[in-house]
């Protein structure tokens, strides 16, 4: 009787586990391969960052201590456009030597930035942004966070929708 591939394997991997050299390094480590594969498990970037910002650099971006941390979820226009020192001016206004708490967002990049959602209190950042007509939602990254405001700032025609180009990272497929 000859056996199919999946039992050969699954054979063999029972005859590891009953290793008892090898049987109890191949259960830790089939225990953390998802963990491994979600990204979180050797990711030692903290979650949350908060402090008084010291810097805004453009009208999604500033600096709390030495992180520098992206606005997620929103697209504001940026330079040639006219409107991007606009954007720069507002977010300046509502954050510098203010206090902001943010949560990265899992799974962001980290090397040069930090992509999160912020707040100042109670009030989301990206969402401010989006109602005082600097920013629209970036759908692929918001998850719908920040459809209400877009709806909202449309219907008060502070939208930038109709004038801003989505860049192509921001579309659902």
Known sequence: MSLSKSENWGRHLASVLHNPVYGRKVVILIAILPAIALGGFLDDTPMSYGGKVRQVMDGSTFKIAQH?????????????????????????????DQKVKCKRRPNSPTAKRVVAYCSLG???????????????????????????AER??????????????????????
């Open 122 to 148: 109670k009030r989301d950042l990206g969402k401010e942004m989006i109602l005082s007509g600097f920013a629209i939602e970036c759908p692929r990254y918001s998850f719908g966070r920040y459809r209400g």
């Open 68 to 96: 520098t941390i992206r606005l997620s979820g929103i697209v504001v226009p940026s330079l040639p456009d006219p409107r991007a020192d606009a954007a720069t001016v507002h977010l300046r206004a509502l954050i510098l």
């Open 152 to 173: 909202l700032a449309i219907a008060k025609g502070h939208s930038l929708r109709d004038t801003l180009h989505l860049p192509g990272y921001c579309r659902v497929s």
